[in-house]
């Protein structure tokens, strides 16, 4: 029983353009939510994170939204450029990640030139 | 500063043979972790540490794999006779205290033939 879901395997989108990853989850226990960036032969690299206390986070071209009523949350990257291409994780925790985090199975972003 | 460092990078090994992984985290934090991601997953968690202390090792499968994090520091994870299933990433994060600079070493990748 997943209980953090991408369902997109993969995303394409042109350089310059907005790329959207998507994240549900079901257990509503999770109250941090955070977005991690893989390239391969590399570890998963911290990206941004949220509070459930928040709807909205901004770091510079990214954003990430939280819809708790829906138990959804979206990362939002723009303009997207070349070197965004990569995995993108979805990752949850219950009280501050100290059991450790609840990963999906990932996005591959392509950004094609 | 040194991030999370995991050796080896790549190991190949035949099945019913034994593997260990080493995993140095980061200065001064408390808080190790062991996940396993296999090809198109999400990293699971297998264990936690606080300090020398295993607080959390529900996933890890006992028949097989063994773990020790000696004087708190660096941790080795084992695995006992190896299977072909075992084939994947095994990746080491720490932490200061719960998400606090959580970081992902680049991770071990094992193949069993």
């Known amino acids: 029983d997943q209980q953090v879901k991408q369902n997109s395997p993969s995303l394409s989108v042109q350089e310059g353009r907005i790329s959207i990853l998507n994240c549900d989850y079901t257990?509503?226990?999770?109250?941090?939510f955070l977005w991690y960036k893989k390239y391969p032969a590399e570890g998963p690299t911290f990206l941004i994170s949220?509070?459930?206390?928040?709807d909205k986070n901004e770091d510079g071209r990214f954003t990430v939204f939280l819809n708790k009523s829906a138990k959804h949350l979206s990362l939002h990257i723009v303009p997207s450029q070349p070197g965004d291409s990569a995995v993108y994780f979805c990752?949850?925790?219950?009280?501050?990640?100290?059991?450790?985090?609840?990963f999906g199975k990932g996005t591959h972003l392509i950004i094609q030139p | 500063e040194a991030g999370v460092v995991q050796s080896p990078r790549y190991k190949i090994i035949e099945k019913k043979q034994p593997v260990a992984f080493w995993c140095n985290p980061i200065?001064?934090?408390?808080?190790l972790y062991w996940y396993l991601q296999n090809l198109g997953q999400g990293p699971e968690l297998l264990i936690r540490?606080?300090?020398?202390?295993?607080?959390?090792d529900s996933q890890l499968p006992k028949d097989r794999f063994s773990a020790e994090r000696l004087k708190g520091v660096d941790s080795t994870l084992k695995i006992q006779p190896a299977e072909l299933g075992d084939s994947a990433v095994y990746l080491c994060?720490?932490?200061?205290?719960?998400?606090?600079?959580?970081?992902f070493g680049s991770g071990t990748r094992l193949t069993v033939v």
């Open positions: 990752a949850a925790s219950v009280g501050g990640g100290a059991d450790g985090l609840t």
């Open positions: 949220i509070s459930s206390i928040k």
């Open positions: 200065s001064g934090h408390n808080t």
């Open positions: 257990n509503s226990m999770f109250d941090y």
């Open positions: 540490y606080e300090n020398e202390e295993a607080v959390d």
């Open positions: 994060a720490s932490s200061q205290t719960g998400l606090d600079g959580y970081t």
